[in-house]
């Protein structure tokens, strides 16, 4: 897939999630960039990256807002391994820590959206030589996570996290030249760290 096409999805998607965080950004809340790894339920590991705007209400500890999630990793479609694929997610999010005033406070949450999944469609119709595989699919994605943040000391503003997800996202793609669509899952699992800043 040309990366010019590449660059308009992930445009629109960062555009759209600037959106939908308006509200809760302006309400005052917490803006989060973390970085880790992702292993999907069907392919081999890769790394996923996101960033978050989150409001909260007065204690802090109920936190909304949306997230852009990038995943890159491998799939095995129609037969064919180690195809490189990329996931583009943009979701709400719900969170509730436990103890926000603490220097460490455990949190949970709870997201719901859509992915846009491209795939390196050149290596499998080369594979199987016909073109059997649309090179973007899209689907729904939820996800539950498990957190720990903590507070850095003379810091007031910053905090840093430790993360784990787990998932499913499922992929609806059109194969080829056929009219048949092909469903998969190519949601996972993934840890992950970063930087929270509260405003």
Do not use: C
Request: hydrophobic letters at 45%; zero cysteines; a negative charge.
């Amino acid at each position: 897939m040309a990366i010019e096409t590449r660059s308009r999805i992930i445009l629109s998607f960062v555009t759209l999630a600037a959106f939908l965080a308006a509200a809760p950004a302006s309400a005052g809340g917490h803006v989060a960039a973390q970085v880790g790894g992702f292993v999907p339920w069907n392919g081999d590991a890769g790394v996923m990256t996101s960033i978050q705007v989150m409001g909260s209400n007065a204690s802090g500890r109920s936190r909304w807002g949306g997230e852009f999630e990038y995943r890159g990793f491998e799939r095995k479609i129609s037969g064919v391994n180690d195809v490189d694929a990329s996931s583009y997610v943009l979701r709400g999010l719900w969170q509730y820590h436990f103890r926000p005033d603490s220097v460490a406070t455990p949190y949970i949450g709870l997201g719901l959206g859509v992915t846009i999944n491209v795939v390196d469609d050149d290596k499998v119709d080369d594979a199987l030589g016909f073109n059997a595989r649309d090179p973007v699919g899209a689907g729904l994605d939820g996800v539950f996570l498990l957190g720990v943040a903590m507070n850095i000391p003379g810091a007031e503003y910053m905090s840093i996290f430790a993360e784990g997800r787990v998932g499913l996202a499922f992929d609806a793609a059109g194969e080829g030249s056929s009219n048949d669509v092909d469903f998969d899952n190519v949601g996972g699992a993934s840890g992950s760290a970063g930087l929270r800043f509260r405003f």
